[in-house]
């Protein structure tokens, strides 16, 4: 059944995110930034046991019976609604709403990375999927709608949440951080749907992701991980907050994930024109947007 497996997924969000929490009540207002260093890694490293779980647990299910992701696709999509929907007419906000809709983001952007994984042919098609997605991200950042929707947001928090949140702020990984009694947010959950995308993709060619190395059999979970696009995401998170500038967060995951996956599997590098021509040219038609906009 794949209810285990989910309840799993939910328990362990719920877990580290409940530990935090309590754990970052006992601080007093005033603490060093290392503890925000701290819950950021903490809550990545969750996100990755929670995507670890599905890979391993219900992605093979999913991947034999269409109809069974489609159901839970659906489920989650509905529990999000409903949860949106629910706040947006009682007003009603609290921790425990907000990590319940972050939980299901990130399960649902393992649904959905899984399933596009599920279409690759070869190795070499997450190279050029992952340089487009990168590329992408940077376009919408410095010059598309996700640069409109995040000085909304903004505003929202530089304001004191005063008022109903936009919509967007209900898309985004929330986490408890200390001296906040808020969860907050800490990225938005298109970048967690290209990382499960490349987990998966590494989950079904068989290739290890994992920068401590050692043996990627892809039958249990391993619970000793640092996957290469992950360290990526973290990496830009840390820079975002150390400059106070919002960075695309893409373009490091997949530049860390492809650096180490070409370098270590020849695979990876054997790209083939039907790969490259694409590749190139919707790269050349983003870089030429972001100069001449």
């Known amino acids: 059944m794949a209810a285990g497996p989910v309840a799993l997924i939910y328990l362990i969000w ?3 995110c409940s530990g935090l929490y309590l754990a970052w009540g006992m601080l007093p207002a005033e603490v060093p ?25 219900l992605e093979p299910r999913f991947r034999a019976r269409h109809s069974l992701r489609m159901a839970w696709l659906a489920a989650v999509v509905l529990v999000f609604l409903g949860g949106y929907l629910f706040t947006a007419l009682t ?12 939980i299901t983001l990130i399960f649902f952007a393992c649904i959905l990375g899984g399933w ?8 070499a098609e997450i190279v050029a999927v992952g340089v487009t997605a990168g590329l992408a991200d940077m ?45 907050m947010p800490l990225f938005g959950i298109t970048d967690w749907i290209l990382l499960a995308f490349l987990a998966a993709a590494a989950c079904k060619f068989k290739l290890n992701d994992n920068l401590l190395g050692g043996s990627r059999t892809w039958d249990s979970p391993k ?17 975002a907050r150390e400059t106070r500038i919002f960075l695309p967060a893409l373009p490091f995951a997949v530049t860390v994930y492809l650096c180490f996956m070409m370098v270590r599997y020849p695979q990876m590098r054997q790209m083939k ?3 490259i021509l694409p590749m190139v040219g919707v790269s050349a038609l983003l870089i030429s947007l972001m100069i001449f906009l």
């Open 273 to 275: 024109k039907a790969e």
């Open 116 to 123: 596009l994984a599920s279409h690759l042919k070869r190795p």
């Open 33 to 57: 930034r290392g503890f925000d260093y701290l819950s950021i890694c903490i809550c990545l490293y969750a996100a990755v046991m929670v995507t670890e779980v599905y890979l391993v647990r």
């Open 223 to 239: 619970f000793f991980l640092l996957p290469a696009a992950c360290v990526g995401l973290a990496a830009a998170i840390l820079l």
């Open 139 to 183: 376009f919408s950042v410095f010059k598309g709608p996700t640069k409109v929707l995040s000085q909304s947001i903004a505003g929202y928090y530089e304001g004191g949440m005063q008022g109903f949140p936009p919509f967007v702020d209900f898309v985004l990984v929330k986490v408890p951080m200390p001296g906040q009694k808020a969860f």
């Open 14 to 16: 719920g877990a580290v």
């Open 91 to 102: 007003g009603y906000r609290s921790n425990l709403l907000f990590g319940i809709l972050t």
